[in-house]
């Protein structure tokens, strides 16, 4: 079986890759499945056992679902066991970013066009935006802590980005 490596693991040698600056951290979450649903929503809703609003994450037995689209759903956490619809793996295909501290915020102002203020932006809301040119989905866990999900073929450049901007917040 092929194990998937990080994209970014060449950046630092025998070391998890960490920024940090005051009130500032921004790591690579190495340890997440991540997987898509596509299927007639009242399939996806009695799969998942939740009413699902697009923009509103919910969490359930370990999983952390986001509806994507009209009749897609993002999984975070163990695949769902169902035959009644369809999955498509994506934990390989996919980087995931950790921005946590109080000045979280401000570098997601900085580099994304949406409102990020805790009356806006809070606790389980997500949406997918682009930074740099790159699309990717913005997931707010928890007051200051965020996931930003993107295609793993820009992780470098994203890594790269959003330390830069780190460095001017």
Known sequence: ML??????????????????????????????????YAGKM???????????EFGKAQSAEG???MQIGPSQIWVVGPPLETRALYATPLSSGRTRFVLEGEKAR???????????????????NYAMTGIHHCPVTVHCVRGNTFHIYVMRTFAHSMWEWLVDAGEGV
Request: proline share 4%; with cysteine; glycine share 8%.
């Open 3 to 36: 194990d998937a490596h990080s994209p970014l693991a060449g950046l630092k040698k025998d070391a998890d890759l960490r920024f940090e600056r005051d009130g500032l951290s921004i790591t690579e979450s190495k340890a997440f499945q991540l997987s898509q």
């Open 42 to 52: 009242s399939s996806i809703e009695r799969v998942t056992g939740m009413k699902l």
């Open 63 to 65: 999983r952390t679902v």
């Open 106 to 124: 401000a570098l997601l102002f900085s580099c994304a066009p949406l409102d990020f203020s805790p009356h806006a932006f809070h606790g389980g």
